[in-house]
């Protein structure tokens, strides 16, 4: 063990904060084009219908869930500028075909389901970001790190939609740069930003990035990922075994919490238009500022719990947090006698359309998965006589609705970055890569399966079974976590190395 120097300390945080960066980035990466995919689809190929917009927006889950193992294996065994550069080049790349999707005479769609899900693809480096970031930092660092990591990821999903917004004044034609067949419009332009910032990223990577790794005390150690002459081997408290009940808990919580937000997120706009008769557009635009103002608290939670977690510990944060979600999808449970407005003109031969699968993946939070494209003139509001709990089931009222986005805004983050951090420690100074890349492959699960469930439960039996069945799975959650919860330490701890 070397004594760590001060240029040392300086430049092991600039790496860190390119990590930040990074993981930003990858956030923007996402939420930049999500309001504009289903037109520019409809632009680009006539022949795609709704049920395909399902696929587009998942394959970035799915991509971000092969991926980020396979780069958390490559990060363990070779230094992690490569799995980062080339995961951006990646990104970057698949940006560019976003934007030329046009080109081709036929089979547009598949070409624009190849950028998103390769997007997604790079956007597993994730796995790589908090694997060093775990590394790099002490105990002591490590709960305020990962803090701020979670915080850029956050205010990357915030940003991704403003910027959207903004490049929406160029228009829908924007100019055409012939010569090279590029369009630049209110669809390419954010994609095109996005590469942008991917190649300003590997500048920073190449000119700032260095290796660095401290063990739980604090001390400068070498690693199989230093880049520099190494003096020895991987230091003494790499020896003994990680805890695989803990590990497999941690990541089982972690599915859990993605789960419910990933619910939350999707049932935003279907709830508010079927309870308080809002038309499409006034269920975005109201849901956009109650979203926006749920982003805003939860970068503010990230801050506080960084301090919080010195007092209370992170097991007892994560606790917390957990019991908030519950709380905050237990408010949402139906009471009361009044019913919601029935959408009458919705009966059409009394019948109720069938569902494919690839519809069921489609989130009911995008404004374009309404189907935008329908040949009413008049917009009915209400809730649809198809769902048939619309006739039995009371009506959720908006104090309702705002007092749970506002506790699961509080709970959410809480719970996302005391599961990182707990895992980080629980993992100890050995190489994280794979494991901080079945973690984040869990996260991308939880969000293509949570509009599953949601969307055929809600729609077939109502939010009260929905809501119920919710709250059923944060309770078996905590449940996991008092069972296991003198087994969430830090490895150092574990082996008696250091105090709690």
């Not at 930003?24 to 409809?42: A, H």
């Not at 954010?190 to 000119?207: C, D, M, S, W, Y």
């Not at 063990?215 to 790499?238: K, P, V, Y």
């Not at 983050?413 to 100890?428: A, D, F, Q, R, W």
Request: charged content about 15%; hydrophobic content about 45%.
């Amino acid at each position: 063990d070397v004594v760590e120097t001060q240029e040392h300390y300086k430049s092991r945080w600039r790496s860190i904060w390119i990590m930040h960066l990074t993981m930003f980035l990858s956030s923007v990466g996402f939420s930049i084009v999500v309001m504009s995919v289903w037109p520019y689809l409809q632009k680009v190929d006539p022949t795609a219908d709704a049920s395909f917009l399902g696929w587009i927006i998942a394959s970035y889950s799915i991509g971000q869930m092969v991926a980020s193992p396979l780069f958390g294996l490559w990060s363990n065994y070779r230094p992690r500028r490569e799995p980062l550069v080339v995961s951006t080049i990646i990104s970057v790349a698949a940006n560019c075909l976003y934007a030329y999707v046009h080109v081709p005479h036929s089979h547009n769609k598949y070409y624009m389901l190849i950028a998103r899900a390769l997007v997604g693809f790079g956007a597993g480096n994730v796995a790589v970001v908090r694997s060093y970031i775990a590394g790099a930092t002490s105990l002591t660092e490590r709960t305020s790190a990962m803090a701020n990591t979670s915080a850029c990821q956050a205010v990357g999903f915030i940003l991704g939609p403003v910027f959207q917004t903004c490049f929406t004044l160029i228009g829908e034609e924007g100019v055409t740069w012939k010569l090279i067949q590029l369009q630049l419009n209110m669809y390419t332009a954010p994609v095109l930003f996005g590469a942008l910032l991917g190649v300003i990223n590997i500048i920073l990577i190449f000119a700032i990035f260095r290796e660095h790794r401290v063990d739980d005390m604090g001390r400068q150690c070498t690693s199989i990922n230093f880049e520099e002459e190494e003096t020895g081997g991987l230091d003494q408290d790499a020896e003994g075994n990680i805890d695989q009940v803990a590990v497999v808990s941690v990541n089982f919580l972690f599915f859990v919490i993605l789960f419910v937000f990933a619910v939350f997120e999707t049932i935003a706009t279907p709830l508010t238009m079927d309870m308080y008769s809002w038309t499409r557009k006034e269920a975005v635009l109201y849901n956009g500022i109650i979203l926006g103002v749920v982003g805003i608290e939860s970068v503010i939670v990230f801050m506080v719990v960084k301090t919080l977690s010195k007092k209370t510990g992170e097991r007892a944060l994560l606790h917390g947090g957990l019991v908030i979600v519950l709380v905050g999808f237990f408010i949402l449970l139906p009471w009361g006698k009044k019913l919601p407005n029935i959408q009458w003109q919705e009966i059409k031969n009394n019948s109720v359309p069938r569902t494919t699968f690839s519809e069921m993946l489609m989130p009911f939070w995008s404004l374009e998965a309404m189907q935008l494209s329908s040949n009413r003139t008049t917009e009915p509001t209400g809730c649809p006589v198809s769902q048939v709990w619309c006739l039995s089931t009371p009506k959720i009222y908006l104090a309702q609705y705002i007092s749970s986005d506002v506790l699961i805004g509080l709970g959410y983050p809480v719970c996302n970055v005391m599961s990182y951090t707990l895992y980080s420690k629980i993992l100890g100074p050995k190489p994280q890569g794979v494991y901080m890349g079945w973690l984040t492959a869990s996260g991308s699960g939880a969000r293509i399966l949570g509009p599953v469930f949601v969307s055929q439960i809600y729609t077939h039996l109502g939010p009260r079974w929905a809501f119920s069945l919710i709250c059923g799975i944060v309770v078996l959650s905590l449940l996991v976590l008092e069972i296991v919860y003198k087994r969430l330490i830090a490895f150092s701890v574990r082996y008696g190395r250091m105090q709690e």
